[in-house]
């Protein structure tokens, strides 16, 4: 198995061979048809154990029809992904499930960015039906060597902020836009603050004090 270890949450992490297979398959296949800079990435079933603090990924997919894919970041779609875990769901009797999301940095460390943490923000704030805990897998690639991350996300790792023609439809969903997120990835306290006409004044936490978005 490859073993990561979320330092912040205390979980342990540990991708089986299938889902490692799977992974590793799509990044080939994404390498050959566009290119060795291009993200690519998916999803991961498995199963949390929060006694014991740990996780395991049993199975991945690759990037569901829908996603959208650069050199600069993934966007994983929606297509099918409700099908694809009720499907997991049932061959394994209801032990198997949707625990996160897994993308590659062919270029970089596997650290979240901003787009990803917008990304888990609208996971575990957003998804019907909820889900208080999910996963982000990232697969960097250094000039040494490839490495793992793991890091697993709570629903009050967020503080979501709502206003006024916020809403924002996205594909097939209702999502909402992040603009600013404020604090340290240590620290987990992030502010989600969605989309609107007018330019907004925002509040930075870290200075106590309030200015115009550019």
């Not at 575990?124 to 909820?130: A, G, Y």
């Not at 490839?146 to 594909?171: E, K, N, W």
Request: proline residues 7%; positive net charge.
């Amino acid at each position: 198995d490859q073993v990561a270890r979320d330092a912040c949450a205390g979980y342990d992490v540990r991708l089986g061979p299938v889902a490692w297979q799977a992974m590793d398959a799509s990044i080939e296949s994404s390498r050959r048809r566009r290119g060795p800079h291009v993200e690519t990435g998916g999803l991961l079933f498995g199963e949390r154990d929060d006694a014991a603090q740990l996780l395991w990924i049993t199975d991945a997919s690759g990037p569901p029809p829908d996603s959208r894919a650069s050199r600069y970041g993934f966007e994983c779609g929606i297509q099918g992904t409700a099908a694809l875990n009720v499907a997991k769901r049932t061959q394994s009797h209801g032990s198997v499930q949707f625990v996160g999301t897994w993308h590659t940095h062919p270029e970089a460390a596997p650290l979240p960015s901003q787009i990803d943490l917008a990304g888990m923000a609208q996971i575990v704030t957003s998804v019907d039906p909820p889900i208080n805990k999910a996963l982000l897998v990232i697969v960097g690639h250094t000039p040494r060597h490839a490495s793992i991350g793991a890091y697993l996300f709570r629903r009050q790792d967020f503080v979501v902020v709502r206003q006024p023609m916020a809403a924002v439809t996205r594909r097939s969903g209702l999502w909402w836009r992040l603009l600013e997120l404020f604090g340290r990835l240590g620290e987990r306290r992030l502010s989600v603050v969605s989309t609107q006409r007018r330019k907004p004044k925002v509040t930075d936490h870290r200075r106590g004090t309030s200015r115009p978005r550019p």
